[in-house]
């Protein structure tokens, strides 16, 4: 009975406790112009959120009590999703002891470990988070790089934390593969021969899974790959994630879309720099493309057609297109802060604002399936950014970034050494 009696105590205690605790606190920004990341802008809007959900975003009145944010004269967003980074998994590209995305890097690596997850080394404490917020990016794809299967990629939000684990939103975002000139030199400058290890790499994840039980009975031929990399390809065949294939020649992307179309995966083709020349097979294919619109320099033989205009052409064909800061030297993760300039150029060279809004927002969050991101509206995650002007702008900048409801001072290491350094002159 003492025992019983105690127990009712302390249970009742604990819900007082629980039914005591304060809520989160009621955000109202109001008389902004809103780019919600899906469809048309909204003027003088007021969006209102508790905590890290969206309570309303439209024309709806702020509850009384709320904390108000002056909005008028300024320009409202989701918080921007960079589609392809190494944010979180380098800090100095040509140090290798801060390199965490590549496995094996100087050294000889396998051609296909699908199972290697850069997320298992993300650092929360780099540096180049704060500055990749304080450009309005409030989530990014970790991506993995190197052999022809590179390993899974990861969806994280840039929230200030001490432990990792609170910024994933799908530790399992993508399984990542390579062709072209990235994935022939693995084998020595045999484009068909690279391709073909990848197609041998999923057929016997193919046959794994039609086989496990054989496996573990060890009656199954001796695969080249090992168990963690069939399971993770085998994620990619039921349809569980996509396969993001890394390629820019016109001929790498539709042997893409035959290997898709051949083993049934969901394909995203990342790179695509010549993907204007085969738009309407991507657009038939319904395949989406994660594209870096300042690219136009040709960087080697397999990018010769490259051009500035290439995502407006391909979203002209009907291509659902998202925007990436990720190109030129491998590794860097210093240039988030500049996605909104990516996106500006697009729409400088014939991309509709409002499709180029999306890039940056919305359409990244659906090709990796996180559904509560991109996008501001009732119900979804409070990434919100308010800009001084136009964030395609160059001269524009964040005022506010909210990251699940927290505005996050805008502090860097930059602006504290230019601090440290005004105060001394």
Known sequence: MKIARITFVITVSFLGIAAA??????????????????????????????????????????????????GHGKICTPGLIDAASHLGAVEIDLEPATVDFMPGEGKPVPPVY?????????????????????????????QPEGGIVSGRGSLFELVPTRDPAEMVVL????????????????FGGARGYAVARLREA????????????????????AWDERRATLEALGEVLVGR??????????????????????????LVLEG??????????????????????????????????????????LAAAGVKVAFTTLGGAPGTAHNLRTLTQEAGNAVAYGMDYATAMRAVTRTPAEIFGANELGIVAPGKTSDIVVWSGDPFEISSRPLHVFVRGVDVPLVTRQTALFEKYRKLH
């Open 114 to 142: 699908a199972h290697f997850a850069p997320l298992d080394g993300l650092n929360p404490a780099s540096v180049l988070i704060p500055i990749a917020r304080a450009g309005g990016v409030t989530a990014t794809i970790l």
């Open 202 to 221: 999923l057929e016997d994840a193919r046959e794994y899974g039609k086989r496990k039980s054989d496996y573990e009975r060890n009656q199954t031929p």
């Open 272 to 313: 695509a720099a010549e993907g204007w020349r085969v738009a309407d097979a991507i657009a038939q294919a319904h395949v989406p493309v994660i594209a870096r619109p300042m690219s136009n320099d040709p960087e080697s033989f397999e990018s010769l057609a490259e051009r500035y205009e290439n995502p407006a052409l």
């Open 21 to 70: 605790a304060p809520r989160a606190p009621v955000t109202a920004i109001e008389g902004c112009t809103l780019w919600s990341g899906d469809g048309p802008k909204i003027e003088n809007a007021i969006i209102v959120f508790e905590g890290s959900k969206i309570i309303s975003a439209g024309t709806t009145a702020a509850p009384a009590g709320a904390r108000l944010i002056d």
């Open 241 to 266: 994630l996509p396969l993001v294939i890394q390629a820019n020649r016109a001929s790498d992307l539709l042997v893409a879309l035959r290997l898709a179309k051949e083993f049934g995966f969901h």
């Open 171 to 186: 530790p399992r975002a993508a399984v990542y593969a390579v062709l072209g000139e990235g994935s022939k030199n693995v």
